[in-house]
């Protein structure tokens, strides 16, 4: 009976070994990721499916999503699977049809908010915006509030949701956070809070010292903090909001096979580990954060109602562009 079970055993790994093995044929690949992460990716993917020949469209995640939304029009879609910013994005991919369920992706180890419900797209990474503070700051922020103090009057920096995916998903965690609301984003424009394009920009402001604070992408300022520069990162009491970089497979995947087996090694301790070397926070719980970053265990998040945020999304900017100009 146990050579019988040993057997049985052995067969199925090797089934198992075998499929993966199989795993073949070419891979369209959409993805926002910059140049060098996106390289490594595809580098570390094919490590494990040397046999799979990835295709690969990289831009901004607006570029990205537009390309493919001209091909969805054409009756063509190329990519078997995308991997970009936001989770705004795969949402209403979800919501049209285009995303093919994995009900087998192992989720163990991440968090519930990380990724899709219904297993159709799934965060690899936390990314999280708190407060960038130059050294010379007037104060050391705890809060969000603390930024609509008199001392931080004209100090403040902040990314445009205009042209930032995470700033977008940023102002409609704040605006439904209680104690904050739709009206903070108001209240720091009259504290003199200025807008810029993008993260890199806040970083450049604050390190600098032409402002004292700024929302910035953690890994910008961790990064900027380990390169010399004299600034600190502050994960605010009220929590921080995040934006996971999910990937997904569509529906439309010719190679489905490949699509699933990417995201599986995206999930996998080893693509988290890449993530980690990255400079990234990982989403897998058993994966160490890079030197200088908290656990997991230790962020506060703040909960996003994805199809509210996509609902609120346009009149979120249009406020945002009154308030600070486009």
């Known amino acids: 009976m146990f050579r019988l079970i040993a057997a049985a055993l052995a067969l199925a790994l090797g089934l198992a070994a075998s499929a993966e093995a199989q795993v073949s044929g070419k891979l369209g690949l959409y993805t926002s990721q910059p140049d060098r992460d996106a390289a490594q990716t595809v580098e570390g993917f094919r490590k494990r499916h040397p046999q799979v020949e990835v295709e690969i469209f990289r831009s901004g995640t607006t570029e990205v999503m537009n390309k493919l939304l001209a091909e969805?029009?054409?009756g063509d879609p190329r990519p078997d699977v995308l991997f970009i910013a936001d989770a705004v994005s795969m949402e209403r991919l979800k919501a049209d049809g285009r995303l093919l369920p994995y009900p087998g992706a192992d989720?163990?180890?991440f968090p519930a908010a990380a990724y899709d419900r219904d297993r159709t797209y799934f965060g690899s990474k936390l990314i999280t915006t708190g407060i960038i503070v130059n050294a010379k700051a007037p104060f050391t922020p705890k809060s969000w509030a603390d930024l609509l103090r008199p001392e931080a009057r004209g100090q403040v920096t902040l990314p445009s949701p205009l042209y930032s995916g995470a700033a977008a998903i940023h102002m409609a965690a704040l605006a439904a956070l209680p104690g904050l609301g739709p009206k903070y984003y108001e209240a720091l424009s009259k504290n003199g809070a200025s807008a810029v394009r993008g993260n890199g920009a806040v970083v450049t402001q604050v390190?600098?010292?032409?402002k004292m604070f700024g929302f910035i992408?953690?890994?910008?300022?961790?990064?900027?903090?380990?390169?010399?520069s004299p600034v600190s990162f502050v994960f605010p009491t009220e929590g921080v909001s995040a934006v996971t970089e999910p990937v997904a497979a569509l529906k439309t995947a010719k190679n489905p096979a490949a699509a699933r087996a990417f995201i599986d090694f995206v999930l996998s301790k080893e693509g988290q580990e890449l993530a980690v070397a990255q400079g990234y926070l990982p989403a897998r719980r058993d994966v160490?954060?890079?030197?200088?970053?908290?656990?997991?265990?230790?962020?506060?998040?703040?909960a996003i109602d994805v199809p509210a945020a996509i609902a609120a999304d346009e009149a979120n900017k249009k406020a945002f562009a009154d308030l600070f100009g486009g």
């Open 107 to 109: 989720v163990s180890q």
């Open 72 to 74: 969805f029009a054409a």
């Open 217 to 228: 992408v953690e890994f910008m300022a961790l990064n900027a903090q380990k390169k010399g």
């Open 207 to 210: 390190a600098g010292g032409e």
């Open 288 to 302: 160490r954060p890079p030197e200088g970053f908290p656990g997991i265990a230790d962020v506060k998040l703040i």
